[in-house]
């Protein structure tokens, strides 16, 4: 029911179990200036930008958030990033992002996000996470590998989540 609650009033995932953040996030100003009526929804293929969309996906879905024109959404793929404890992100969810390049201000411990395997086309969604000056990608469900974040590059954080 909290699922659908978060949903109709367009908040992240886990905000009214008060798991999530809900500040905005800092992000320059000229990725603030334009909120997208709709967005389109990528496959996960590169590159993730709106490139795809002449390659046949038309399918486009609400904002719901204040993000830039060249923000997007992405179907969840595996179980990785479910879990028992914070928001869960299960198969199937589809999740805002923002990329890189719009101009998030910095990551944050705790973040969301989509990341490219640095000597690969390999893509992974993950949790940001920074311990002891260490930076790690970690995935929600249990048993889930911790990979070391220098051997990927981010290419977007996540902003929220809608469950279709």
């Given amino acids: 029911m909290a699922r659908r609650?978060?949903?109709y009033f367009a908040v992240q995932i886990g905000w009214l179990d008060g798991?999530?953040?809900t500040g905005q996030r800092p992000v320059r100003q000229k990725a603030a200036q334009a909120l997208a009526k709709t967005l389109p929804l990528l496959a996960w293929t590169?590159?993730?930008s709106h490139e795809q969309l002449r390659k046949g996906t038309t399918v486009h879905y609400p904002a719901m958030v204040q993000c830039s024109a060249?923000?997007?959404?992405?179907?969840?793929?595996?179980?990785?990033?479910s879990g028992s404890a914070g928001a869960?992100?299960?198969k199937g969810a589809l999740i805002l992002v923002e990329p890189m390049t719009a101009g998030?201000?910095?990551l944050?411990?705790?973040d969301k996000v989509i990341a490219?395997?640095?000597d690969s086309a390999e893509l992974i969604f993950r949790r940001y996470v920074e311990e002891a000056g260490h930076q790690w990608l970690k995935g929600n469900m249990p048993g889930c590998p911790t990979l070391n974040a220098d051997e990927y590059m981010i290419l977007g954080v996540v902003l929220g989540a809608w469950l279709p």
């Fill in 5 to 7: 609650i978060e949903q």
């Fill in 19 to 21: 798991l999530e953040q």
């Fill in 46 to 48: 590169l590159p993730l």
């Fill in 70 to 81: 060249l923000a997007y959404w992405l179907p969840v793929r595996d179980d990785t990033m």
């Fill in 88 to 90: 869960n992100y299960p």
């Fill in 104 to 106: 998030i201000a910095e």
């Fill in 108 to 110: 944050v411990s705790g």
């Fill in 116 to 118: 490219k395997r640095c």
